[in-house]
C-alpha cells in the first residue's frame, strides 16, 4: 500500500499518525520530526526505563487479515502495540475473567485475585502511553505525565477505598507501597546486581539518592507528628463542649494531619520544580547510555495513546473498585490478615513491572536507574499520594489523618532510616541488598500476624461528627 497523506480522517482511527505506513504485511514507523524526538529522549524517567525492558516488537500478525482497507488495519495495528507489545500479554485475559466473574455472581476472592492480575499489565501499559505521550508533549509536560501518572494504580485504588471508607485499606497500602519500594525492590536490585558484578565496583550518582532521602524524611516527620499526639497531654473541651481527652486528641491530630499535607503537596511541587527545571541534569544523568545504544521513536500518535490512557485509566478504576470491594472476602476466604494482604500483596502485584525491570537494570550493572524506579516511586507515593488521599478524605467527609498508628509508623522510620543510610556512600554490593530484603521479609512476617482491629466509634460521637450517605462520616 503506498504511503498515505498525513489528514485529520487518520489521526482519528489512532493509526501511527504523522508517523508510519503500512507496506505489505507488516507496519513501518518513519521517524518523527526532530522535535518529538528531542522531547522524547529528554522525557524518559527511571519508571519509564524500567518498564520498558518488559516491552517487545509486536509481530504484524493482525494487520493482514483485514485486506486492504486502510482503517482496520490501522486500528489493528494499534492493537498490536498497545495489547500484544509486552510480555505481560498473557495476563490480560484476566480483565474480562474478572469482569464476567462479578457479573455471574463467582466467589469473591476469586474476583479479588483476578482483578489484581489485570491491574498488573495495566499499570506497565499506562507507563508505556504515557511515555509516548511525552514524546509530543515537550520535556516538561512530559515529565508531569511521568510525575503523576507513575503511580496511578495505587491513586485509583486508593480513591475507590476512601469512597467506601475503608480508610485502613487506604493507609496499609500506601504503606506497603512504599516498604515495597525502599525494600523489596531496591533490595532485590542491589543484591541480584550485586551477585551479577562480584567482580565490578558498583557505583552511582548520590546526588539523586540524596533528594529522595530528604523528601522521604520529611514525609516520615509528618507522619511522626500525629502520632506523637497520642503520647502528649490535651485539651479536654471542643468548641466549648466537653469531650473525652481520646476524642479531643484524635480531633487536633487530624487539623495536624491536613496541615502536614498541605506542607508536603507544597514540597512536592517544588521537588517536580527541581526535577524538570532548575536541576534537570542530576535525574537525566541515568538516561545517556540508554539513549546511546538506541535511539527511541514513537511507536503510537498523540491522539492513540491519549484514547488508549483514558481506557485503560477506566479499566483500572473498575477493577480497583472490584479490589477493594472484595479483599475483606479475600481475607476471610484466605486466612489473611487484610493489613498483610494490603502491605505486601497489593503493592508487589499492583507494581510487578516496574520492579521486575529495576532487577535487570541492576543486573546490567545500571543501579541510577534501579534507584531511580525505587525510590521516585516510594518519594511520590509518600509526598503526593499520601497527603493528596488526605485532602480527598477531607472533602468527601472522612476522617482519613496522618497517624498510620505505632507500628506501621515504626515500620516506616525504620525503613526510611536504613535506606538512607545504606545509600551513604554511593557504592553497593550484594550485602546490602540482602538485608534490605530480609528487612522486608521481617516486616512482612509482622504483618501477616497483625488483625486490623475494628475502628473506634469515641472520636465521631464526642467531635459530633454524623453519618453521611453512602457510609462516609462528614463534619
Avoid at 500479554?89 to 489484581?116: E, H, M, N, Q, T
Wanted: glycine content about 8%.
Amino acid at each position: 500500500m503506498q504511503s498515505r497523506e498525513r489528514s485529520t480522517h487518520h489521526e482519528n482511527w489512532g493509526n501511527l499518525e504523522s508517523r508510519g505506513r503500512i507496506n505489505g504485511d507488516s507496519v513501518e514507523v518513519d521517524a518523527p520530526d526532530d522535535k518529538a524526538v528531542s522531547s522524547g529522549l529528554h522525557t524518559r524517567s527511571a519508571h519509564n526505563l524500567s518498564a520498558s525492558v518488559l516491552r517487545k516488537k509486536s509481530d504484524p500478525m493482525l494487520v493482514p487479515a483485514v485486506g486492504r482497507f486502510w482503517a482496520p488495519r490501522s486500528v489493528l495495528a494499534n492493537v498490536q502495540e498497545v495489547i500484544l507489545g509486552t510480555k505481560l500479554a498473557v495476563l490480560f485475559p484476566a480483565i474480562p475473567l474478572a469482569i464476567a466473574a462479578d457479573l455471574y455472581k463467582f466467589g469473591r476472592p476469586w474476583i479479588f485475585a483476578l482483578s489484581l492480575l489485570g491491574l498488573t499489565p495495566l499499570a506497565e501499559r499506562v507507563s508505556f502511553l504515557t511515555e509516548q505521550i511525552a514524546y509530543f508533549t515537550g520535556p516538561t509536560v512530559g515529565g508531569l505525565l511521568n510525575a503523576t501518572c507513575g503511580n496511578a494504580t495505587e491513586l485509583i485504588i486508593a480513591m475507590f477505598a476512601l469512597r467506601q471508607n475503608k480508610i485502613h485499606v487506604v493507609k496499609y497500602s500506601l504503606l506497603g507501597s512504599v516498604l515495597s519500594n525502599l525494600l523489596l525492590v531496591l533490595g532485590s536490585s542491589l543484591f541480584f546486581g550485586g551477585l551479577a558484578n562480584l567482580k565490578k565496583e558498583q557505583r552511582y550518582d548520590r546526588k539523586q539518592a540524596d533528594v529522595n532521602s530528604q523528601l522521604l524524611l520529611l514525609g516520615l516527620l509528618c507522619h511522626l507528628l500525629p502520632l506523637m499526639f497520642r503520647y502528649a497531654p490535651v485539651v479536654t473541651a471542643i468548641a466549648g463542649k466537653e469531650a473525652s481527652s481520646a476524642a479531643a486528641m484524635d480531633l487536633y491530630k487530624l487539623q495536624l494531619s491536613r496541615a502536614c499535607s498541605i506542607f508536603m503537596l507544597i514540597a512536592y511541587i517544588a521537588y517536580i520544580f527541581f526535577q524538570l527545571k532548575t536541576h534537570r541534569q542530576i535525574f537525566e544523568a541515568q538516561e545517556e547510555e540508554e539513549d546511546e545504544e538506541e535511539e527511541e521513536k514513537a511507536v503510537i500518535g498523540f491522539w492513540s495513546a491519549f484514547s488508549w490512557l483514558v481506557g485503560m485509566t477506566l479499566v483500572i478504576a473498575v477493577l480497583s473498585e472490584y479490589v477493594v470491594g472484595t479483599i475483606e472476602a479475600a481475607s476471610s476466604s484466605w486466612g489473611i490478615s487484610v493489613s498483610f494482604i494490603s502491605v505486601i500483596l497489593l503493592p508487589i502485584v499492583g507494581n510487578a513491572a516496574e520492579h521486575a525491570g529495576s532487577i535487570i537494570f541492576a543486573l546490567k550493572n545500571k543501579l541510577d536507574i534501579s534507584l531511580g524506579v525505587a525510590l521516585g516511586s516510594a518519594t511520590q507515593i509518600s509526598m503526593f499520594v499520601v497527603p493528596l488521599c488526605v485532602m480527598v478524605s477531607w472533602a468527601m467527609g472522612n476522617l482519613m489523618d496522618l497517624d498510620f498508628s505505632l507500628m506501621e509508623t515504626g515500620s516506616l522510620a525504620f525503613t526510611v532510616i536504613i535506606t538512607t543510610f545504606t545509600l551513604q556512600d554511593g557504592t553497593s554490593h550484594y550485602l546490602k541488598g540482602m538485608i534490605l530484603f530480609l528487612c522486608y521479609m521481617v516486616i512482612g512476617a509482622c504483618f501477616f500476624v497483625q488483625k486490623t482491629p475494628p475502628p473506634s466509634d469515641a472520636f465521631v460521637a464526642a467531635a459530633g461528627f454524623v453519618p453521611s450517605p453512602g457510609g462516609t462520616v462528614a463534619a
